[in-house]
């Protein structure tokens, strides 16, 4: 055989051993963020799918009664380097509330761009800033969203720990406010805490966290816990799990699945 040949195949082998030992960037089916960046010249595709009982808008002062289903939620992760990731997020929607017994939308389109700040070693975490834009693609007229641009800056944190990986986010979110005669914004906290345990010889994982917005109007304000696990084989990962909403507008509660691949 060619040594060129012999060369390409030990190449592709020891990469796909490596990543299949590398997880998944993204903490699906948890909603706060990782600090770790892709892997240089990668990309990660997400295709998930949830179901949640007692979904609240932001701004929403009257519980609707509202289920909504992503049918599918879609989520593009690429590597611009060393440095930054560029984050793409948007899902199709089919909800019910008090107004409708169904209707198929859209949600928003988020755009964001996660810059690294410091590398993990034994003195400091991995830490990076994620800033997130929301752009108006939903229609607010059916519920669908707000219709309005927000702005999202958060923190992130990442630290690996003898029996798992411990995440942390903190931020602000600038929320622009919909409602007639009322406030241009709303600023809020963000914040979330969780941890990804392996159970079984790195190919399963169990992620918990509790994520919310605070310290703004009690209509925005959030809070979950959330559970569930991820399943890795190769450059693919199956994720799985819910929520249960711990304040008054936050979700009831929620269940969700999907898959994630890392594209070399």
């Known amino acids: 055989m060619h040594k060129h040949s012999v060369f390409l195949i030990i190449h592709a082998v020891l990469t796909y051993t490596a990543l299949s030992y590398i997880y998944a960037n993204n903490l699906?089916?948890?909603r706060m963020e990782n600090a770790e960046l892709l892997p240089v010249n990668c990309a990660e595709i997400s295709l998930s799918f949830s179901h949640t009982s007692g979904h609240f808008n932001h701004f929403e002062e009257k519980d609707s009664n509202r289920t909504r289903t992503e049918t599918p939620a879609l989520r593009l992760n690429m590597s611009l380097g060393k440095q930054a990731d560029i984050h793409l997020a948007f899902a199709g929607l089919?909800?019910?509330d008090n107004n409708s017994t169904g209707e198929w939308g859209v949600g928003d389109l988020t755009?964001?761009?996660?810059?690294?700040?410091?590398?993990?070693?034994?003195?400091?975490p991995e830490l990076a800033v994620l800033l997130t834009t929301k752009l108006p693609t939903s229609d607010d007229s059916r519920g669908f969203g707000t219709d309005r641009i927000d702005f999202l800056a958060n923190l992130?944190?990442?630290q690996s720990l003898p029996f798992g990986?411990?995440?942390?986010?903190?931020?602000?979110?600038?929320?622009d406010d919909p409602r007639q005669g009322h406030q241009a914004q709303d600023d809020m906290v963000r914040?979330?805490?969780?941890l990804r345990v392996p159970l079984v010889s790195k190919r399963l994982y169990a992620l918990i966290s509790s994520e919310g917005l605070t310290l703004g109007e009690a209509?925005?304000?959030?809070?979950?816990?959330?559970?569930?696990?991820?399943?890795?084989s190769g450059t693919w990962t199956w994720h799985m799990g819910g929520s249960i909403g711990y304040t008054q507008c936050s979700e009831d509660w929620s269940i969700s699945t999907g898959i994630s691949r890392i594209l070399l």
């Open 191 to 194: 914040y979330a805490a969780g």
């Open 28 to 30: 699906l089916p948890l």
């Open 94 to 96: 089919y909800q019910e």
């Open 165 to 175: 990986v411990f995440y942390a986010n903190i931020g602000l979110d600038i929320l």
């Open 156 to 158: 992130l944190c990442s």
């Open 111 to 124: 755009v964001g761009t996660k810059i690294r700040l410091t590398k993990q070693n034994e003195q400091i």
């Open 219 to 232: 209509v925005n304000t959030r809070g979950s816990a959330r559970a569930g696990f991820q399943f890795l």
